[in-house]
């Protein structure tokens, strides 16, 4: 089992984060004083804000419940979400008791979500912050629902989870392509993006999450949605990642991340080195 509690929680750009950190204190829940409610079939999340944020409700509402749809292709929601919606970065990162990640806009549990208001987004474009948002709210939001599945058995690797999330919101146009993470490979020898040191994944988030989403597409073309699915249920009734992962795949762990590396991502190559037989 891998350790989750270093930087490796922290997702990169564009936010995305999940993690283990302390439960907020009576300030801060003090400090978001206003409630609101956002309820889908299959959702429903509690929205604390402060008075700054009231026009941001709507949106948030409507980009809730659109960012919760393609999430029923893992399961649904076995209890309420509670949006926090920080004013500025700076109570943000008070609130997950972080300090220095500038590009730090949300982070995720099972049953909450700490995000920091669009409204300090500083984005000239509201398109784009619409456009964002949604995403962000998918990739946050797949963290809860994993954490949710699972129960509160151990985390996945840090490529299955956060690859799980960067997929099902849609953020393959953020991260970089196979090709790019070919040449990043080449040029860092010894680097493991799939397992990736805490100093690597602080300073090469892009690349970590491009390997992340990438690793996570091969294995969903190898065990396909209900593979995802079967992977959580089994690890929530005990199995260990890998053995889940070796029995919805046919493939180990060490071997699949290996191949993954090995092919550049590539889906072609991978499928090669699969039917090849092992080496
Ligand atoms: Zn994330």
Same mark, same amino acid.
């Given at each position: 089992?891998?350790?989750?509690? *270093? /930087? @490796?929680?922290? &997702?990169?750009?564009? !936010?995305? &984060? =999940?993690?283990?950190?302390?439960?907020? #204190?009576?300030?801060?829940?003090?400090?978001?004083? $206003? @409630?609101?409610?956002?309820?889908?079939?299959?959702?429903?999340?509690?929205?604390?804000? &402060? %008075?700054?944020?009231?026009?941001?409700?709507?949106?948030?509402?409507?980009? *809730?419940?659109?960012?919760?749809?393609?999430?029923?292709?893992?399961? @649904?929601?076995?209890? /309420?979400?509670?949006?926090?919606?920080?004013?500025?970065?700076?109570?943000?990162?008070?609130?997950?008791?972080?300090?220095?990640?500038?590009? $730090?806009?949300?982070?995720?549990? @099972?049953?909450?979500?700490?995000?920091?208001?669009?409204? #300090?987004?500083?984005?000239?474009?509201?398109?784009?912050?619409? !456009?964002?948002?949604?995403? $962000?709210?998918?990739?946050?939001?797949?963290?809860?629902?994993?954490?949710?599945?699972?129960?509160?058995?151990?985390?996945?690797?840090?490529?299955?989870?956060?690859?799980?999330?960067?997929?099902?919101?849609?953020?393959?146009?953020?991260?970089?392509? !196979? +090709?790019?993470? #070919?040449?990043?490979?080449?040029?860092?020898?010894?680097?493991? *993006?799939? +397992?990736?040191?805490?100093?690597?994944?602080?300073?090469?988030?892009?690349?970590?999450?491009?390997? =992340?989403?990438?690793?996570? +597409?091969?294995?969903? !073309?190898?065990?396909?949605?209900?593979?995802?699915? +079967?992977?959580?249920?089994?690890?929530?009734?005990?199995?260990?990642?890998?053995?889940?992962?070796?029995?919805?795949?046919?493939?180990?762990?060490?071997?699949?991340?290996?191949?993954?590396?090995?092919?550049?991502? %590539?889906?072609?190559?991978?499928?090669?080195?699969?039917?090849?037989? #092992?080496?």
């Amino acid at each position: 089992m891998r350790s989750v509690r *270093l /930087p @490796a929680v922290l &997702c990169a750009l564009a !936010a995305a &984060c =999940a993690g283990t950190a302390p439960r907020p #204190s009576s300030t801060v829940q003090r400090d978001l004083p $206003l @409630a609101a409610q956002a309820r889908a079939e299959a959702a429903s999340f509690d929205l604390r804000y &402060c %008075s700054d944020d009231q026009g941001e409700i709507e949106r948030l509402r409507a980009a *809730l419940l659109t960012a919760a749809g393609p999430l029923s292709r893992w399961g @649904a929601f076995e209890q /309420p979400v509670a949006i926090r919606v920080y004013p500025d970065h700076q109570s943000l990162e008070a609130a997950v008791q972080r300090e220095g990640y500038p590009w $730090l806009r949300a982070w995720a549990f @099972a049953d909450r979500i700490f995000l920091q208001s669009p409204r #300090s987004w500083n984005d000239p474009s509201p398109a784009t912050v619409a !456009a964002e948002l949604r995403e $962000l709210l998918a990739h946050e939001l797949t963290h809860a629902l994993m954490y949710q599945l699972l129960g509160g058995a151990p985390e996945p690797p840090l490529w299955f989870r956060e690859g799980m999330a960067s997929v099902t919101a849609g953020q393959g146009h953020r991260r970089p392509t !196979a +090709e790019e993470l #070919s040449r990043w490979i080449a040029a860092h020898p010894g680097q493991d *993006l799939l +397992e990736p040191a805490p100093e690597v994944y602080r300073t090469e988030k892009e690349a970590v999450y491009g390997a =992340a989403h990438r690793a996570f +597409e091969l294995f969903v !073309a190898l065990a396909g949605d209900e593979g995802v699915r +079967e992977l959580l249920l089994l690890t929530r009734g005990g199995a260990s990642f890998e053995d889940a992962f070796a029995t919805v795949t046919g493939v180990g762990l060490a071997r699949f991340e290996v191949d993954a590396v090995r092919a550049r991502f %590539s889906r072609a190559g991978f499928e090669r080195r699969q039917g090849a037989g #092992s080496d």
